[in-house]
T-cell receptor, first 114, second 115 residues
Framework: AQSVTQLDSHVSVSEGTPVLLRCNYS??????LFWYVQHPNKGLQLLLK??????LVKGINGFEAEFKKSETSFHLTKPSAHMSDAAEYFC????????????FGKGTMLLVSP | NAGVMQNPRHLVRRRGQEARLRCSPM?????VYWYRQLPEEGLKFMVY????????ESGMPKERFSAEFPKEGPSILRIQQVVRGDSAAYFC?????????????FGSGTRLTVV
């Protein structure tokens, strides 16, 4: 079984300040982990993924995430928020064993103020 | 190379009518997944299909919902006799295979409103 917990339903930051979106996962097997972003009334865009290679993963638009097995975490960070980053972010897990589908967290809404 | 195409983008149905949602996967992708997003919630898995086969439908409601992915043409998610609770965004995703390292490519979704 696998599950994802996004610790904050909403995060508010000011433009130019760092972003931290927290994610913890649970998985019976070695996981692959993803972050997706969804802008209002849009589809989901893949930001980055971890698939058992380097634990620090760099994605698009300046985002990165670090896989920490001891903490079962995969937090998403960005050094400096931009207004266009305002969106909903989903942490997603998939187990690396046979067939499995993606399991989504409930999402974190990122609000960016000027 | 077009992405995952879903249509219609918005669909309004009266209670009791049928809703048909279409999904064309990315070129070269033979695995299709349907997810449903209810307000204030993340995406919930519904069904996983490969060409002409349903691999996993464990997330599908037992009644009124069905899905297919024919040899030719798009995948179809069909909801019969819709009720207000079916109002949601339905997303389709595709992947080229079962390797867990594959991220899915998602479509823009179909937003179903039942009135």
């Amino acid at each position: 079984a696998q599950s994802v917990t996004q610790l904050d339903s909403h995060v508010s930051v000011s433009e130019g300040t760092p972003v931290l979106l927290r994610c913890n996962y649970s998985s019976s097997y070695s996981p692959s982990l993803f972050w997706y972003v969804q802008h209002p009334n849009k589809g989901l865009q893949l930001l980055l993924k971890y698939t058992s290679a380097a634990t620090l993963v760099k994605g698009i638009n300046g985002f990165e995430a670090e896989f920490k097995k001891s903490e079962t975490s995969f937090h998403l960070t960005k050094p400096s928020a931009h207004m266009s980053d305002a969106a909903e972010y989903f942490c997603v897990v998939r187990v690396n064993s046979g067939y499995s589908t993606l399991t989504f967290g409930k999402g974190t809404m990122l609000l960016v103020s000027p | 190379n077009a992405g995952v195409m879903q249509n219609p983008r918005h669909l309004v149905r009266r209670r009791g009518q049928e809703a048909r949602l279409r999904c064309s996967p990315m070129k070269g992708h033979s695995h299709v997944y349907w997810y449903r997003q209810l307000p204030e919630e993340g995406l919930k898995f519904m069904v996983y299909l490969q060409k002409e086969n349903i691999i996993d439908e464990s997330g599908m409601p037992k009644e009124r919902f069905s899905a297919e992915f024919p040899k030719e043409g798009p995948s179809i998610l069909r909801i019969q006799q819709v009720v207000r609770g079916d109002s949601a965004a339905y997303f389709c995703a595709s992947s080229p295979g079962q390797d867990p390292s594959y991220g899915y490519t998602f479509g823009s979704g179909t937003r179903l409103t039942v009135v």
